[in-house]
């Protein structure tokens, strides 16, 4: 071995870090890294399936590693220290770096091994398991897994690069450059129980719907934002009765007469637009939208990524023949057509 090479061996061998690789886990650093990004050991157990208990022992021992404090309990919350905010920045990199290699050795492997992973916000919940399981059948090799929450949590776990793809019922605006693919047809409807009296009429104003009450999402969904947008336009407001953050909750209020609602068509893909919810035929409804495969600008997509990119573009006919199998009414608004990408 030359001088020169002497040296360059003795540079990586004193870069490595010999204390954290003998006293630290990766499982450590994930622990650590879920902590610090939902602001609480309660529920980044819940999002790893361990017990808080696990969480805190994990947290202590790399507490023990590092030598300093990581995190601080300001009344409830708790807070990272100095010293936690830097190892924080280290380990989204140690992550990114070692999430390159997963989808590079995959690659390697072409598509008969390797991992997707898919966030979606909670209305797509009733479309995202049926996709990845038709996806499945054609790539059993492929490891699938799918976060399921609210938009504001997506657009975070988009910005921290934890998903290959997206899928959102409207894209981001003005938060950061995402390449967007429509993909399907998302329509919103006003839903009703059987025994309320608007069921069967034509044409209701929405003058009529503003007598009614309303059980509404949370306040930053992007349903309840279009819904208010659609009173607004003609210088009305909702009578809302409740709030709720579940679609389920939701259609349960409306099947006991709690107040109407507007959800996405595809919220009946279980029971059909027959069974205890009915569909009113409102003015201005359905609000046509699509759902969005969506991810940062510049992301580099593994074949796992691009298989199913490819995949879902294929989807839109079927989707819509099972929206008018649900409400015959759908089709005069469903006209599939290939719609091209776009950048945000």
């Not at 610090?36 to 208990?53: D, I, M, N, V, Y």
């Not at 023990?64 to 190892?87: C, K, Q, S, W």
């Not at 038709?134 to 399921?148: D, M, N, R, W």
């Not at 579940?246 to 006991?256: D, F, L, Q, T």
Request: aromatic share 8%; glycine share 6%; charged share 25%.
């Amino acid at each position: 071995m030359t001088t020169s090479s002497q040296d360059e061996s003795y540079k990586s061998m004193s870069a490595r870090p010999d204390h954290l690789i003998r006293h630290a886990t990766f499982r450590q650093l994930q622990i650590f890294e879920t902590i610090f990004r939902l602001g609480s050991f309660t529920r980044a157990a819940e999002e790893l399936f361990l017990t808080q208990p696990t969480v805190s022992m994990q947290v202590k021992k790399l507490t023990d590693a590092i030598g300093l404090p990581l995190f601080e309990h300001v009344g409830r919350n708790v807070e990272p220290t100095d010293a936690g905010r830097e190892l924080y920045q280290a380990c989204r990199q140690v992550f990114e770096i070692l999430a390159n290699v997963e989808m590079k050795m995959a690659d390697l492997q072409g598509l008969k091994r390797g991992r997707l992973r898919i966030g979606a916000i909670t209305t797509a919940k009733y479309l995202a398991p049926e996709m990845l399981g038709q996806f499945s059948k054609e790539y059993p090799g492929i490891e699938l897994a799918l976060k399921v929450t609210n938009r504001e949590r997506i657009i975070e776990r988009m910005q921290a690069n934890e998903d290959d793809l997206y899928i959102m019922g409207q894209a981001p605006k003005g938060e950061f450059d995402v390449i967007t693919y429509p993909f399907a047809p998302n329509p919103l409807v006003v839903m009703a129980s059987r025994e309320h009296p608007l069921v069967g009429k034509k044409k209701i104003s929405m003058e009529r719907l503003s007598e009614e009450y309303f059980i509404m999402r949370e306040p930053g969904s992007g349903i309840r934002d279009v819904t208010l947008k659609k009173f607004h336009e003609q210088g009305l407001r909702p009578k809302v009765r409740m709030e709720l953050g579940s679609n389920e909750a939701i259609k349960h209020s409306v099947v006991g007469g709690l107040g109407l609602a507007v959800l996405s068509l595809h919220a009946l893909t279980l029971e059909g637009a027959e069974g205890p919810v009915a569909l009113l035929d409102v003015d201005g409804f359905p609000i046509m939208r699509h759902w969005y495969i969506v991810y940062p600008k510049g992301k580099e997509l593994s074949l796992a990524a691009q298989a199913f990119l490819d995949f879902v573009k294929d989807l839109e006919p079927k989707i819509c023949r099972r929206m008018q199998t649900n409400w015959p009414a759908m089709k005069k608004y469903l006209q599939p057509k290939k719609v091209e990408s776009y950048n945000s």
